[in-house]
């Protein structure tokens, strides 16, 4: 896992070998799709993912690569597209907004029924709403904090208010908390809904064996059924990457999540095979403590020893610590060249993403030894970096170090089990952190909660009244390109705090067998099997 | 005797306390627990808290444990943190897995080893010997791992006649299910065969050297029949006892056999649900495990006092 993430961003991280298209080191160009070659009906899709999904209930699930299940299953109010644009799923058009900005109206999909034959209507959708917002244990009640009630307007219209104006709303419905679930299917199973889920969607819930698979198929109650082709779909859980990748040349599995990194260049040599790539959302970097002392989501306070020092206390030295980064030679060294580089939390394929927000400071120890000068700090300095102890992990702690050595710095590594690393890290008991993030679509989800005050991940203790306000303007307008000025704004603000420095983005990877086609896979790293098959 | 049963059963019952103590206190030791591996990277402060209240994870540990005793008692075992399925129905499907695999590593591991022990010992000084000897080398030394991958590589990739994953029951389709365990069967018995084959060859050479053997064939009997009936029936003792040995090593070797093969089985299940701390599982595998170990001893031990009646009388003396 990488250095830089929370747990399954951190898995995502590694086990994607990460690269722009014309890094991978072959003459075919890598694609989001698997083309419009013609699929025939029929057939069962072995899909291996890399890790267990939890509960397959919208409002309880956590895992990333739960939601690959739920895109099959589980379909949205919202969706995206390759261009990483809000599109309607089950919502009929994009949602209108009041001119107050704190009402949302959302027109609901005619004639659409759950796999359970009943109806989809407005009262259905308010029901999963209310159920996420309320439900104890939900992992939603966060993403729809903003929401003050949910009401029907008509038996196909949805009136969402809002506590205060918040633009990333359709975003968040174009994930699990847009996901509508079955109000039949609720009042039978309760909160045991994970046993036999049913939502609107392409295939619906046949079987789950834990640590073995999940097995869907064909609805044929889904409204555009005539889109998909295999009978079936059976998600089989293989956690070690060479097994998976082994299986997929075997022909025992069509489709494969996550090969490694080590394993892409064989199977794009592969010609019964094929590599699908996208751009990850997240990135991947290092947080450093600036004023966490009690905890992430207490107030700032100054840090006391052993984590004090100048890290924490002069911007200067934290620029000295980027200056001796050269981001390139971690993505060559570290990665195989198969990450990109980066140095703000948006991805440059969103449509939220500038120059400002893409801007890269270069790498110059030479002016990080002049900056450690003037702060006046005895070199080496020495700090002290959490890495994740994995091989991954502790290579990126090792190039940090040798390359941190020529700005004067002397950095200690801490390689630590993941779990024990985010428990330490959120305590506030470090200084530097090798973490980062899976991304979410609305570059909101991205920012908002690591470097807003007391922000639940903002794990770094930071504090800027500026970006604060900057961050909550972001959220209350719906013009694209004030939003996109204002996080360019916020990214130029963190660059010179330095409570992050951000240093390489993923790329999604998935690995499919040329038998088959109609698989997709979009910026958020989901396969998408609704209009999967084998070719003719 | 009755006396005897009840210090027995009362061991028994003190043993699977202290197992479970240890294992319910030894999971929570671990860095982070079983909500901070689910909740990844959505890690909302107060969502943690909200969670590790809803699963009782903020009582103190004698509390949980006596919580999770008193469900056990019952016959609940509760449910998977990750994957909210209940751990019975879960240990349920995968304990035949490994069951299976087990007795089909057992019987290869069985018939090579007594082949190429046998053939070691007839044919001594010959590269019969030397080959069935770097076959025992080979099986002992060679890591399930790599013997696993390679196998997969040849005969399921480069001459795909064996699917490379998963199982099915022989009581649903024996034709498939013996293709799908052939290769793991084979990975897993290999080190049992090498040892049954080592064994089988000094007790064989030790009974051909034997004044019975000679006997036999003083008598004028077949070279087949000195061996097989005479020289082989009696080796196969040294040969049992060994295989009854073995088979909880073979058992843990099924942990990483089962995830080369992505077999469902109890080794995979207990591997994953360690790597994302499912206290519930966890404990649910340790429960059923030491039960049945637990259970087994006794049983051999009651049987050895219906054997021996010394055994009985030692231990009501040494009460």
Redesign the interface.
């Known amino acids: 896992m990488s250095p830089l ?6 898995l995502v991280a590694f086990a994607l070998a990460a690269s722009a298209c014309s890094s991978i080191g072959s003459d075919e160009p890598a694609t989001s799709t698997t083309g419009d070659r013609p699929v025939k009906a029929g057939g069962t899709l072995r899909v291996a993912l890399a890790e ?6 919208p409002t ?1 699930a ?3 690569v739960g939601r690959t299940v739920f895109s099959a299953m589980c379909e949205k109010l919202y969706d995206i597209n390759e261009k990483l644009e809000i599109v309607p799923q089950l919502a009929d058009g994009l949602p209108t907004i009041s001119a107050d900005g704190k009402t949302v109206t959302i027109k609901i999909r005619s004639g659409v029924k759950f796999a359970d034959g009943t109806m989809l209507d407005a009262a259905a959708v308010k029901t999963s709403l209310d159920r996420h917002r309320t439900l ?2 939900s ?1 939603r ?2 993403e729809l904090s903003s929401v003050a009630g949910v009401d029907v307007v008509d038996p196909s219209t949805v009136a969402i208010r809002l506590k205060e104006p918040f633009a990333p709303l359709a975003a968040v419905l174009a994930d699990r908390a847009g996901m509508i679930m079955s109000p039949a299917a609720l009042k039978a199973r309760g909160e ?1 809904f ?2 036999g889920p049913v939502c609107v969607g392409p295939f619906k819930f046949s079987s ?6 999940i097995e869907l198929v064909k609805d044929p109650n889904y409204y555009d059924a005539d889109k998909v082709k295999a009978d079936k779909i059976v998600y ?5 990457s ?2 998976r990748f ?2 997929l ?5 069509d489709v494969i999540d996550r090969p490694a990194a080590t394993d892409v260049d064989a199977l794009q040599a592969d010609s019964n095979l094929r590599l699908l790539t996208s751009d990850s959302l997240g990135y991947q970097g290092i947080t450093l403590n600036l004023a966490n002392r009690d ?3 207490k107030p700032p306070a100054p840090l006391t020893a052993p984590y004090a020092g100048p890290v924490a206390s002069d911007a200067r030295v934290r620029h000295a610590f980027e200056l001796s980064l050269d981001r390139e030679a971690i993505n060559r060294v570290v990665f195989r060249g198969k990450y990109q580089p980066a140095c703000g939390p948006i991805s440059p394929s969103s449509p939220y993403s500038s120059d400002a927000a893409q801007k890269c400071p270069p790498h110059d120890p030479a002016q990080a030894k002049k900056l450690l000068a003037e702060a006046g700090v005895t070199t080496p300095l020495k700090v002290s970096l959490v890495v994740a102890n994995t091989p991954d992990g502790r290579r990126l702690g090792e190039a940090i170090q040798a390359q941190a050595r020529e700005g004067g710095f002397d950095v200690q590594l801490q390689p630590t ?4 690393a ?2 330490a890290t ?1 305590a506030g008991k470090y200084q530097m952190f090798a973490i980062g ?2 991304g979410r679509v609305d570059p909101d989800g991205n920012i908002a909660s690591f470097v807003t005050t007391q922000g ?2 903002n794990i770094a203790g930071y504090s800027n009244p500026d970006v604060d306000r900057m961050v909550a303007q972001a959220r209350a307008t719906n013009d694209q390109a004030q939003r996109r000025d204002l996080y360019g704004q916020i990214i130029a603000k963190v660059q010179e705090d330095l409570p992050l420095i951000y240093l390489y983005r993923t790329v999604n990877f998935t690995g499919v067998s040329a038998k088959v086609g109609g698989v997709k896979m979009y910026p958020d790293g989901i396969i998408r099997v609704t209009e999967a098959g084998f070719t003719e | 005797m009755r006396r005897y049963l009840l210090r027995r059963l009362l061991e028994s019952v003190v043993t699977l306390i202290l197992v479970t103590m240890v294992v319910f206190a030894g999971v929570r030791a671990l860095p982070g627990d079983q909500v901070r591996a689910l909740a990844g990277e959505e890690a909302d402060p107060a969502a943690l808290e909200q969670l590790r209240h809803e699963y009782g994870l903020d009582q103190p540990i004698p509390v949980q444990y006596a919580r999770y005793v008193a469900k056990a008692f019952s016959g609940d075992l509760g449910t998977s943190a990750r994957t909210g399925l209940p751990v019975a129905d879960t240990i349920r499907h995968a304990l035949p897995v490994t069951l299976q695999l087990s007795a089909f590593a057992v019987v290869i591991a069985v018939l090579i080893g007594l082949t190429t022990g046998v053939l070691a010992a007839v044919r001594r000084r010959t590269a019969a010997e030397w080959a069935a000897n770097t076959v025992a080398l080979l099986g002992l030394s060679v890591p399930n791992f790599w013997f696993g991958l390679m196998a997969v590589l040849i005969f399921a990739i480069a001459f795909p006649v064996l699917p490379a994953s998963g199982f099915v029951s022989v009581f649903d389709n024996p034709v498939e299910s013996f293709r799908h365990l052939l290769m793991p069967a084979v990975v897993l018995g290999s080190g049992l065969a090498a040892v049954i084959m080592r064994q089988c060859r000094s007790a064989m050479l030790e009974a051909l050297g034997a004044d019975y053997v000679r006997t036999a064939r003083a008598k004028g009997l077949g070279g087949a029949q000195v061996v097989l009936g005479h020289a082989l029936r009696n080796s196969l003792i040294v040969v049992t006892t060994i295989v009854g040995l073995q088979l909880g090593v073979l058992i843990s070797g099924a942990v990483v056999t089962e995830q080369i093969f992505v077999l469902p089985g109890f080794g995979k299940l207990t591997i994953d649900a360690v790597f994302t701390r499912d206290y519930p599982l966890i404990q649910g595998v340790v429960l059923v495990t030491a039960t049945a170990y637990i259970g087994l001893n006794l049983l051999v031990d009651l049987l050895y006092s219906v054997i021996d009646p010394r055994v009985r009388v030692g231990g009501a003396v040494a009460q």
Do not use: H, K, Y
């Not at chain 1, 993430?5 to 951190?10: N, Q």
């Not at chain 1, 089990?417 to 024990?420: P, V």
């Open positions: 993430l929370r747990p399954a961003a951190v267990e999904p939890d509960r397959l209930d309880l956590r895992t990333l104890t244990g992992a009640a966060s045991d994970a046993s789950r064996v834990a640590q073995d698979r089989e859980i293989i956690a070690d060479t097994t082994n299986n040349r075997s022909g025992d599995v905890g992430v989501t089990e993941f779990s024990a985010l428990d959120d993030w899976s639940s991940l």
